[in-house]
Nanobody, 115 residues
Framework: QVQLVESGGGLVQAGGSLRLSCAAS????????MGWYRQAPGKQRELVAT???????NYAESMKGRFTISRDNAKNTVYLQMDSLKPEDTAVYFC?????????WGQGTQVTVSS
């Protein structure tokens, strides 16, 4: 079993920055892809970015150039640096991890961008 603990959400003004973290813990697990998704009120959950164990990244088009995903394999932690935030980035951000041939989700962290 893998547990995910997210942190770093909050309220920020448009144009500001936030950094999200997601730490994975558990026993006897092998982590492959780590990523971030988000869900705004009344909308479906959507991809933000993913990063493989080797460091290959993938971003949703609207996040390219503003968001940066990274990971620390020694700490089993994935980060999401969000810059130039816009009100439309307001959502609950979820960490997702592929480990032990299963998918695990974090509990979500709220990001609110005020105009």
């Amino acid at each position: 079993q893998v547990q995910l603990v997210e942190s770093g959400g909050g309220l920020v003004q448009a144009g500001g920055s936030l950094r999200l973290s997601c730490a994975a813990s558990g026993s006897a697990f092998s982590i492959n892809v780590m990523g971030w998704y988000r869900q705004a009120p009344g909308k479906q959950r959507e991809l933000v970015a993913t990063i493989s164990s080797g460091g290959s990244t993938n971003y949703a088009e609207s996040m390219k150039g503003r968001f940066t995903i990274s990971r620390d394999n020694a700490k089993n932690t994935v980060y999401l640096q969000m810059d130039s935030l816009k009100p439309e980035d307001t959502a609950v951000y979820f960490c997702r991890v592929n480990a032990n041939a299963r998918v695990y989700w974090g509990q979500g962290t709220q990001v609110t961008v005020s105009s």
